[in-house]
């Protein structure tokens, strides 16, 4: 279970919005909802594979703890990536992502990755919430997009994964202070054969390259 | 499913696939059992498959498996909706075994899961559930004893998991007493102090990584250490904030006498007397202002805001003073029932010692740290006074508090030596021990010799003053830097500001309380904070402007009591003596430059629109370090040095700023000359303006994005505007856009004569930020001609709304105007030199009554509520305009001649390039112009709307202009035909004519009484305005002979002078501004 970096992931937006779904969904593909269930779950833990290096991708649910100012603030500053999510189908947590973002802002590190999900997407016959008016709100505010479904799995792995090139992205920039783990970024047990790894990684590129 | 399970009971590579997919899909019946069918949690509960799972867990089974089902059961209970399907799983207490299942703790993963299940299960707590976790009997309570091992795990996610489990734990209703009496006897004690110490390391290597900085490189660990420190603290508050009164008087005795006081408040005195256990004082009191900014719970932020203001316990009568603060604790010790048995101080102690061993023993991964804090708090002794003791055991317990603190105190005050040892050891024993863990038998001794010193310290005690509040105040001394003047700044703004601090305590010590009344306050305190102020003031200061704006903040607090000031003469005058010197600094850096009015307008943007907000900038890390000058460190401006000449201007501008409005508000006047613009004195899209007569360039407006719109393009004294016709009045337009001529851009389109390419930048409040365009767009005109006259009109509007702004910044700095370094009008400056504040006073007037709601609002949107008044009128203004075309200077000057006489406000507005001039030859007396504007509130509303019929004879010699110009009605056409030097001619028509009206009518044709009054009220205005005495006595002057002509010359001539005048119209320049100054000079006698 070795890997090269470990990020670490929060969720958050209003309750019902589908989150821990979603997290549940893409920790635990095997949970297909065959009887109908709404199933989710606060914590997972999954491996993802960019650029050809393992990356294992630990995300946090923050439902049920919005009383204490301390935890979410401590939640927050901890994550390198947050998902911030709404449900298509309710306007009013659409309206809430503001304060949401708000509150990222001022208690995350200023360098977290923040992607805008609009969950629900296969109720698309109870939408109240365009795409556009989605596009529009991450654009203003500088945020990855994407509309998801829990149920169908629809873009599910794309939200997480794409987030996650971001935030690889950034450690490649060096914006990331990777040594430092208060930024939600651990470097993997095996990563004194860094300059192997990095060497290997060239070829893997390509091969990323390819599959998106 | 039940079969596989009962097949598959031992683990085995191969069966280890299957067994992780049967849990699996168990979970997933059982969930759709809890949704749907309860007969399944029958089943499973009749095969006792919880069993099973235990069993397959203690199997070892690797992490593939236990993982799984840790999981699994995160997500069971996480789905489960039903209270009786929760307490079919809670029964049987397997879920407690598993609890207490020594996972590989090592395996970050099982630990995540594992701590995530910990949570899950908080979050399921209430008061029925409690009893599925706490055993009575066994008196146990895995969840959360095991939860805590986990306190200083080195994983941030885990222990934040850990805390929210405590706080779970705590929330859960109060009903339980026995669970309770658990959690604070037998965990609150060790938890609690554990979790002082580990914040206590923390603050250790925060202020050891303070101290090794090199050239800002600890920033990033600093940060973080500074944050894990704010967290803690809001966790504690957190903890307060549930309010359990068990927990936080053992929460509050801990914090106070092991990690505030020992370590924090006793290193502001002491940095030598002790040997490492101390931290830096500025660290201490950055950490300080944190504490009273987060924490509000009353018994603790008191009893500490109480040592560090009245340290002086032990001076007078310490029994007192120590009761005092010993029952702030008290008090709410009092309201907690004494349930258990009296007992003495050493017995318990014993006891729980006892209690903790076994626990100890019980939890080998507890890192042995039970033992240790059981030590500790033998060692403790007196400070530790932990235990909730029966009444008559209080006393003595609050005697032992007592003399330590004294002990402490003396020692902080360096006045016997032994009690210096003594404060040192106190923060030794809260920070040795745990350091030094595994010195056990090093711990006994301690043990021994505490309790001497203890016995020493009951001793007679010496002579006491304030240390800690001296070395406050006398650490607000800048003279070097001001590190840690920011700091003790903030911590007077946080005690003062803390809800949890007693006001007394406050009032004695005469400290600011905000929004209180009071009638004196601390001369020491206000007297350091001016000399911050006159010390920022001065060239090379080393006060950063984030103290200085606190110490501004703190001295309002200090002053202002309700409405008025209760400041000192000769305080005021130290101050105003910093303001004056603020003015000289500003004053060096003051050059014409056109790029000194941005400045000046971004400072003050930036100024109010992010006031100061203590809180964060007590969560900036970086303020702990040494002050900085340069800005690659990424400091904020605020909150360094200036580093070169713009930011030493800059600076310069902001300290001149706050020095100024805290005199003006200080001296309760209003502040009328900032900002240089104001939004309300703008035009706003919306806005529906009469433009009859006013200058238009019809031009189809192509934006960025391709959207065409035809507008006309109409220019006003600080803004460019487009506009579309009004579809009810003729003549009317509806604003679309408008923008301010100084930020515009205006270039020609290369291959299209007859378009501009035009780019209005938003003015923004962050100089780094990248300009933001407002307006981008390609301006086509009918044919070149007309492109260039828009040009032209642009270019001129910008260059003299700029000029215009950097008089007024000359005049607010009492500068000497200087010649104009644009000579757009081409006047002859030097003719008209002489000290006519007229004009400007003009200029004034007209913006100011705009502003004033009783002036009947006169800006364009609300033009129609005075009707005929503006409209017969506005005509009048544009006559000349199409009269002056032949030669643009005499247009200018033509109108301004006429004007003179006639309507001195519509010059201002009508032509802004005969402003220009005559800011000109405008002294420096911006008073002038203030006490006109005052006037011009009280004229309009007190005589324009109720004297109207007294307005045809004023408004006669506007008549005739009109005749004599013949083309009144302006067509976008003949506006073509003016020369494009012409002053732009966007009219707040209304504003202007009506305020004219009142002029003439006040001028000409209200009794005497009447214009006394006026008079009066401006001198009424020009005296509060507290101007100095000589530019004072020039405005009543001028003023005299402005309202009331009658007095010194004969009552008509003015209308006769207009006459004069406008048949002048036509004459060249030179001979205009003769006439100007012929108008001009009877009123300077």
Known sequence: MAYAYLFKYIIIGDTGVGKSCLLLQFTDKRFQPVHDLTIGVEFGARMITIDGKQIKLQIWDTAGQESFRSITRSYYR?????????????????????????????????????????????????????????????????????????????????????????????????????????????????????????????GGQHAGGGCC | MYHVLTKNTTVTDHNRNLLVETIRSITEILIWGDQNDSSVFDFFLEKNMFAFFLNILRQKSGRYVCVQLLQTLNILFENISHETSLYYLLSNNHVNSIIVHKFDFSDEEIMAYYISFLKTLSLKLNNHTVHFFYNEHTNDFALYTEAIKFFNHPESMVRIAVRTITLNVYKVPVDNQHMLHYIRDKTAVPYFSNLVWFIGSHVIELDKCVQTDEEHKNRGKLSDLVAEHLDHLHYLNDILIINCEFLNDVLTDHLLNRLFLPLYVYSLVSPETSEERNINPQVSLYLLSQVFLIIHYQPLVNALADVILNGDLSVCTPQTDGHSTHKNMASVGGLRRFIKPPESLERS??????????????????????????????????????????????????????REKGKGIEGGGGGSSKGSRASGETAEEIEMVVMEKCKVSELTEQNITDEEKTAAATRSHAQRSRPFLDMVYSALDCTNDDYHALFVLCLLYAVSHSKGVNKDLLERLQLPVPDQERSSYSLVLVERLIRVMSQAAQPESKVRLATLELSCLLLKQSVLSGDHCIIKDVHLACLEGAREESLHLLRRFYKGEEIFLDMFEDEYRSMTSKPLNVEYLMMDASVLLPPTGTPLTGIDFVKRLPCGDVEKTRRAIRVFFMLRSLSLQLQGEPETQLPLTRSEDLIKTDDVLDLNNSDLIACMVVSKDGCQAQRFLAVDVYQMSLVEPETKRLGWGVVKFAGLLQDMQVSGVEDDSRALNIIIHKPSSNPHAKPLPILQANFIFADHIRCIIAKQRLAKGRIQARHMKMQRITALLDLPVQPSATEVLGFGQTANASPSALPFRFYEQSRRASNDPTASRSVFASVDKVPGFAVAHCVSQHSPSPLSSPSPPSSGSGSTGRCDSVTASTISAQSPADEGAFLDHTPPSSSGAEAEGGAADTMPGSSGPALAPSLTPASQPTISLLTESGSDSLSVESLTLLPPADSPHLHPCARHSSISQSLLTAEGFIPEEEEEDIMADEREEGGEGGWLDETETTVKEVTTELVTPTEEEPGGQEIPAVKEQTKDQSLPAEQTEMHNETIDSPELD
């Open chain 2, 349 to 402: 102690l014993e006891m729980s010692r006892h209690r903790c061993r076994k626990r100890t023993q019980k939890r080998p991964n507890y890192k042995n740290l039970g033992e240790e804090e059981d030590d500790e708090r033998a060692a403790g002794g007196g400070g530790g006074s932990v235990e909730p003791g029966g009444e008559e055991n209080w006393d003595d317990n609050s005697r032992l508090r007592e």
């Open chain 1, 78 to 202: 901890g994550a390198a990536g947050a998902l911030l999510v709404y449900d298509i189908t309710r306007r009013d947590t659409f309206n809430h992502l503001t304060t949401w973002l708000e509150d990222a802002r001022q208690h995350s590190n200023s360098n977290m990755v923040i992607m805008l999900i609009g969950n629900k997407s296969d109720l698309e016959s109870r939408r109240e919430v365009k795409k556009e008016e989605g596009e529009a709100f991450a654009r203003e505010h500088g945020l990855i997009f994407m509309e998801t479904s829990a149920k169908t799995a629809s873009n599910v792995e794309e939200a997480f994964i794409n987030t996650a090139k971001e935030i690889y992205e950034k450690i490649q920039e060096g914006v990331f202070d990777i040594n430092n783990e208060a930024n939600g970024i651990k470097i993997g047990p095996q990563h004194p054969t860094t300059n192997s790894t990095l060497s290997g990684s060239q």
